[in-house]
């Protein structure tokens, strides 16, 4: 049973890297170079925060060779037996007599480490949270790279699709102008017509009978000029009316 003061506090992160790469090979001993290069820490940091919980949770020895705890601890199907081994070896049994499983039994946990061990809430924080991975003792709660993935798959299938909206076709360039530019091709072609949007106007033009060719000229270039925004089409744009008026 361990001191009071020197609970194991190893970070899930930690546990769970080395299980991952005990489950592909078991090194025969386990070295600070060994665990610097797995957690991606400075060899001092893993002398002084993980060497010594490995050594306390039997998973290495005083050297720092694995024996058979370590074997067990990375199968699934032992993985339980052995967490339960390891609180019934470091805590106390009036630690283990408090249920593990609602959130107020949790902050009961977490009371009773701060009683005995007289630190401060961080401390006690990272205490309760790796004695509660114990007490879990579920190897499916080890984060991979398949389930982050299966994760994402779901959440963009659960995402309700958008519905786009036509896009609305842009016509390029300006068709009256291009009429303006070229009226000798609009003549030699009188089947091709400019490429104006379809607009139908109802227009009723009161026009005196006593009006000269000239004035009637006057009312249609009005038209095209403010309608159109342009000021001669040479008669492309209203042939039809210009001749009805006429």
Request: hydrophobic share 30%.
């Amino acid at each position: 049973m361990a001191e009071s003061n020197s609970y194991p506090m190893l970070s899930a992160n930690n546990w769970w890297n080395i299980r991952k790469k005990f489950k592909q090979t078991i090194p025969g001993t386990v070295t600070t170079s060994y665990l610097s290069s797995v957690l991606n820490m400075q060899e001092r940091s893993a002398t002084n925060n993980i060497m010594p919980y490995l050594r306390q949770l039997g998973i290495i020895d005083a050297e720092g060779k694995t024996g058979e705890r370590a074997k067990l601890w990375r199968d699934d199907i032992d993985y339980p037996k052995v967490c339960d081994e390891i609180r019934k070896e470091i805590y106390p049994q009036e630690l283990l007599d408090i249920p593990c499983v609602t959130e107020e039994d949790r902050e009961s946990i977490k009371r009773w480490f701060a009683r005995k061990t007289g630190t401060g809430e961080s401390t006690v924080g990272k205490i309760s949270a790796f004695y509660f991975l114990l007490c879990d003792k579920d190897p499916s709660k080890e984060p991979t790279a398949n389930k982050q993935s299966n994760g994402s798959k779901t959440k963009s299938a659960s995402t309700p699709r958008v519905s786009q909206k036509p896009a609305i076709p842009v016509i390029q360039g300006d068709p009256l102008k291009d009429v303006q530019n070229h009226p000798a091709d609009s003549a030699s072609h009188p089947a091709h017509k400019p490429n104006i949007p379809a607009i139908n106007i109802n227009l009723q033009i009161h026009i005196s009978s006593d009006a000269s060719p000239e004035q009637i000229d006057k009312i249609f270039e009005s038209m095209s000029k403010h309608i159109y925004k342009i000021d001669d089409l040479n008669g492309q744009v209203f042939p039809r009316l210009y001749r009805c008026a006429r």
